[in-house]
């Protein structure tokens, strides 16, 4: 039994649970660090679901965990990058569920210029590299737009500067998007105005302008902030409108500069660039008025002297028409004689073509007759073939018992029927054809004969053989027989050739 009693302990020291641990600890590092500024290099960053901010303060010897709750997350003035040297303002607590330590961060902010100018240039890498920097990007600006959206501060200067600048070279109509343009306000609002001109309706009730300014006047690197972030440059990379970037003076540099389509080293110069000016178009356009009217001028005058030039080279009107004139009286002395041979050619050819009257009527005789030989077979053949076929169609149907066949069949018959009305019609009109034909080619045959001729006061003359048709067969002939439209005389020569 002793040996029992002398394994128990011997001191009375408390114990504790876990969590009574865990909130003691908690309770003595908030109490002594409620308030603690710290200085280091941001390590790892991370930005949940939850819009919480998660990041790493960091030196060449420890790393302290820290958190930046969403509220404040949103409303930080610096967004904290990996590898920026920072200043941290909070309080360190705990975290029970995996003992640790950790700070709560109620502000960040860049530990000097060289921090932001760090943070600027690997930004300004990351943007380079996306392509968002490249001059084919980069839109021509308008020659004479006709709305012009300026985002600026509408109290400060800048605006008043551009909106005298404009009347004063060319009064533009123009819409004021009013923006902070330093703080923390800065950046959201200015990428919102540019998305905002992008989203209106050209010739809507608020119109959409043709081209866009952004305009700051100077300040230092922490003034012109805003313009470096990072939505801002997205934004403008993003506008389907033109933009200037006329932010800060000429020394200033912001990333919204390396984005736009146009670069303005101070906010007058940017209304510069926007519009021409109205009183150099006008003498422009009156130059070119003059030049045209003097060129004008001098090229009718040139083309005149020219066209007198070339007048006194051409010869007389007289002399172009001297030898068609000569030509013209020399074919018009010969066309009476030529009218005159060329129809008693024709004449000749005309008496002595192959068509003669004996030739055309024995050609109608026997196509009268091939004509009444066809005719009078076509209707014994008609009738013959009507009475076969109607033989055929009576044992056809004798042997067809149906209801459907004997129909078929009547179709069969009205369709036989009607082709032989059309056989039979075609036939007679065939017929009629070629007699009107016969009668046509008699018609024809008695307008060519040498009757119709004789009738207007011409003769044929014969010898015993032929029809002599020139002088020297009529002294050879000793009987003439001279047929005229009414009769025929025979004309004989006496022993010293003379006609009587």
């Known amino acids: 039994m002793n040996d029992l009693f002398e394994d128990e302990p011997s001191d009375n020291t408390p114990e504790f649970t876990v969590a009574e641990i865990s909130g003691a600890v908690k309770k003595a590092i908030e109490g002594g660090f409620s308030h603690v500024r710290v200085r280091g290099e941001v390590g790892r960053v991370s930005r949940p679901a939850s819009g919480h901010l998660y990041l790493d303060l960091k030196d060449d010897r420890a790393v302290l965990a820290g958190v930046i709750w969403k509220g404040r ?266 009218l005159h041979a060329t129809a008693t050619q024709k004449r000749l050819k005309l008496s002595e073509a192959a068509l003669r009257p004996t030739m055309l009527t024995r050609k109608l005789a026997e196509d009268r007759r091939r004509l009444d030989g066809l005719a009078g077979r076509l209707t014994p053949a008609l009738q013959r073939r009507s009475r076969d076929a109607a033989r055929a169609l009576e044992s056809t149907a004798r042997g067809l018992r149906s209801t459907a066949l004997r129909a078929r069949t009547d179709r069969q018959r009205e369709l036989f029927e009607a082709v032989s009305r059309r056989l039979s019609d075609q036939a007679l009109r065939g017929q009629a054809d070629r007699v009107a034909r016969l009668a046509a080619l008699d018609r024809v045959r008695e307008t060519l004969g040498y009757v119709a001729t004789l009738k207007r006061g011409y003769a044929v003359v014969r010898d015993e053989k032929a029809v002599v048709t020139d002088v020297a067969g009529a002294k050879a002939a000793r009987d003439l027989q001279i047929e005229f439209a009414d009769g025929r005389i025979t004309v004989s020569a006496d022993p010293q050739g003379r006609l009587f």
């Open 73 to 338: 997350a949103q409303s930080l003035a610096h967004r904290p990058e990996e590898g920026m040297e920072v200043v941290a303002t909070g309080k360190l607590t705990t975290f029970p569920g995996q003992s640790k330590y950790q700070m709560v961060i109620e502000d960040i902010a860049p530990a000097g210029a060289g921090a932001l100018m760090a943070m600027l240039e690997k930004r300004k890498a990351q943007l380079a590299a996306e392509g968002l920097f490249a001059p084919e990007r980069k839109k021509p600006l308008p020659y004479l737009p006709e709305i012009i959206g300026v985002v600026t501060s509408p109290s400060g200067a800048v605006i008043r500067d551009i909106l005298h600048r404009l009347r004063d070279r060319f009064p533009r109509k123009v819409l004021v998007w009013p923006v902070a343009v330093q703080g923390q306000k800065c950046a959201p609002e200015v990428a919102a105005a540019i998305s905002g001109f992008n989203k209106l309706t050209p010739g809507g009730a608020l119109p959409r302008p043709d081209l866009l300014i952004v305009a700051r006047g100077g300040g230092s690197l922490e003034d012109l902030w805003g313009f470096n972030e990072e939505i801002v440059a997205r934004a403008a990379a993003a506008s389907e409108i033109p933009l200037i970037s006329a932010v800060g003076h000429e020394t200033d540099t912001t990333l919204i500069d390396y984005v736009a389509d146009q670069r303005a080293p101070t906010p007058t110069a940017a209304a510069e660039l926007a519009v021409p000016v109205r009183m150099e178009l006008l003498a422009w356009v009156d130059g070119q008025g003059a030049r045209l009217s003097r060129a004008l001028s001098s090229g009718i005058s040139q083309r005149g002297q020219r066209l007198r030039d070339l007048g006194r080279a051409l010869p007389q009107a007289e002399t172009l028409v001297e030898v068609p004139r000569q030509r013209l009286d020399y074919l018009g002395e010969r066309l009476p004689n030529a």
